[in-house]
């Protein structure tokens, strides 16, 4: 069985400032780890992925995670946050074998203020 | 390249009456498909999913049921819909293990 925790359903920013959102995970197996942003009225769109290659994964939109195996994390940050992240962020996992039911975290709003 | 669409967009619906949201893959055979509901503020929930035709498999007891009647088709339906089956609905396929693709979503609201 997996699961992903985000921690903080909020989180505000300044423009310019750097983002970052949290995820840890539990996989009873070697995870695929991603993250995906939402806007409104809308299905989610990938923004990164890891999938056992370089555990520093580079997505769209200026966005990365870090793969930390030891602290079971896959943190999303952004060096500068502009207005256009607004949205909502969900970090997910499918695990490596079995049934791929891909489980999601509960997500996290990111605000931008100016 | 695969697409998948989902439809209708937004719906309307009265207490009582019938349900049915589809959800159609292009570009790939026997994908594995999905069913989430999404609350605010509690992400993201599976409500079915399915490896093959006529193969679903339940995640939550609730009043919706679903079906695939064909490789690239996913039904989402309810007979008689309650106050609660408000929400947004999303359709995802997942290639293998690597991603899962998601459908632009059905907003739906029982009154």
């Known amino acids: 069985a997996q699961s992903v925790t985000q921690l903080g359903s909020h989180v505000s920013v300044s423009e310019g400032a750097l983002v970052l959102l949290r995820c840890n995970y539990s996989s009873s197996v070697p995870p695929y780890l991603f993250w995906y942003v939402q806007y409104p009225n809308q299905g989610l769109q990938l923004l990164l992925k890891y999938t056992s290659a370089a555990t520093l994964v580079k997505g769209i939109n200026g966005f990365e995670a870090e793969f930390k195996k030891s602290e079971t994390s896959f943190h999303l940050t952004k060096p500068s946050a502009h207005m256009s992240d607004a949205a909502e962020y969900f970090c997910a996992v499918i695990p490596s074998g079995g049934s791929y039911i891909p489980t999601f975290g509960r997500g996290t709003s990111l605000i931008v203020h100016p | 390249s695969q697409t998948i669409h989902q439809w209708p967009a937004t719906l309307v619906q009265p207490v009582g009456s019938p349900l049915s949201l589809e959800c159609t893959v292009e570009g790939t055979s026997n994908p594995n498909l999905y069913w989430y509901r999404q609350a605010a503020g509690r992400g993201l929930q599976l409500l079915f999913y399915?490896?093959?035709?006529?193969?679903i498999s339940s995640e939550v007891p609730q009043n919706l049921s679903a079906s695939r009647p064909q490789d690239r088709q996913f039904i989402l339906s309810s007979k008689k819909l309650l106050l609660s089956d408000s929400g947004f609905y999303l359709c995802a396929w997942v290639r293998e293990n690597t991603e899962a693709f998601f459908g632009q979503g059905t907003r739906l609201t029982v009154v």
């Open positions: 399915s490896i093959g035709i006529d193969q």
